[in-house]
């Protein structure tokens, strides 16, 4: 098939070789000239150093590439997804399926980023969510790794998961595209909390608490929101969780655990030097929270922290000083 990938970041690059071994015609899109030209040059992505790009992997920063694709896939941050999909309104052909893999909830709409390509493309292209524990760095050494693939018609995700699936891409199906998006996108805030309490020197208790209680936090807001309650203890929740809070590849881990060593919040991304998800999906989390009627106070901490300057030590008071409550609503 032929499939364009937009977005040549990390995960963007990584899809697309996984998506060339499988023998589709694949293209990289990206949004810099300058990006394209390092990739160029240099035949591998400066974030997936050592990995060489495959020579069939046609490189480009002209949209049109998307003319006459089977499957398009979104892989830019959060923050330009809308702005991706509004140039594949007019481009995209009808029919094209629109794969979603890009971790976040947009920043002034609260939405999902699946909702939000919706929203600009329309229903002439359906759009599949794909999602799980899969870092770039292991997915482009090919390293064996399992992701969903989550679309309203099974059809489409069923369509992703022969696209993508090979010895050492496992895909799974779902039609929970709601609970799907918001393990993504959530699972970045409990990382950056569970980097905070690595860089304060608290220990393994600490980061299974919050993981676990991260967790259902999160399957409160989701199944409020929609989402199944069985996504959350899948791949794209409990999974990911468990990447995302215990690997140092994780940008939002790291960014937390210099936040925990004490460096200013905006330092600490600064020093990250790639998008960090958390950041934002903080913000959005405690909006959606307070829409939905859900307490989410491991979230809302996060949020005093990176928003209104509160001391990582004094949240964590805070969280350990709340009422006494049973494990599981009655
Ligand atoms: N890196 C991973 O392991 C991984 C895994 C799963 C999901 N994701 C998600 O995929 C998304 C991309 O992550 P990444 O790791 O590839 O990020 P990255 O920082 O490596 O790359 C981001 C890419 O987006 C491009 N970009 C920046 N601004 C843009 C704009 N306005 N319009 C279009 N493109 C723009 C950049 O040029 C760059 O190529 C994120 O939402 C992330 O959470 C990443």
């Keep these: 098939m032929k499939v ?3 977005g040549s970041g990390a995960w963007g690059t990584a899809l697309a070789m ?12 990206s949004f810099l000239e300058e ?9 591998e992505n400066p974030m997936l150093k050592g990995v060489p790009l495959p020579r069939e992997l046609k490189l480009t920063t002209d949209m049109n590439a998307v003319k006459g694709c089977g499957a398009v896939v ?6 330009a997804v809308r702005s991706t999909a509004a140039k594949l309104r007019e481009i995209a052909d009808p029919g094209t399926v629109l794969i979603s893999v890009s971790k976040g909830i947009e920043k002034d709409t ?5 909702e939000a390509i919706e929203q600009e493309v329309g229903d002439k292209c359906p759009v599949v969510v794909l999602s799980g524990p899969s870092h770039a760095e292991e997915v482009g050494r090919s390293i064996p790794t399992a992701v969903v693939a989550a679309a309203d018609d099974i059809r489409h995700a069923q369509l992703v998961q022969d696209l993508f699936m090979n010895s050492r891409f496992r895909v799974y199906t779902s039609t929970d595209r709601v609970g799907t998006e918001i393990c993504a996108a959530l699972k970045n805030v409990i990382a950056l909390c569970a980097g905070c309490c690595d860089g304060m020197g608290y220990g393994d208790n600490t980061k299974a608490m919050l993981m676990t209680r991260g967790l259902a936090e999160i399957a409160r807001l989701g199944v409020a929101l929609g989402g199944k309650q069985e996504s959350f203890t899948g791949l794209a929740g409990v999974g990911d969780l468990i990447v995302t809070c215990c690997s140092m590849h994780s940008r939002n881990r790291r960014c937390g655990i210099l936040i925990g060593q004490g460096k200013p919040v905006d330092e600490a991304v600064k020093e990250i030097g790639a998008v960090v998800e958390g950041y934002y999906a903080a913000a959005n989390a ?3 929270a307070r829409k939905a009627g859900v307490e989410m106070p491991i979230a809302q901490a996060a949020y ?3 928003y209104e300057g509160r001391d990582v030590h004094s949240v ?3 969280l350990m000083s709340r009422s006494k409550r049973p494990e599981h609503e009655l």
């Design 110 to 114: 609260s939405l999902r980023l699946s």
């Design 286 to 288: 405690r909006a959606l």
């Design 304 to 306: 005093e922290v990176l």
């Design 4 to 6: 364009t990938v937009l």
């Design 35 to 43: 990006e394209k030209a390092v990739l160029e040059q240099t035949g």
């Design 74 to 79: 979104i892989a830019t941050p959060s923050f």
């Design 18 to 29: 996984v998506l060339l071994e499988n023998g589709n015609d694949v293209t990289l899109w």
């Design 316 to 318: 964590v008071t805070d």
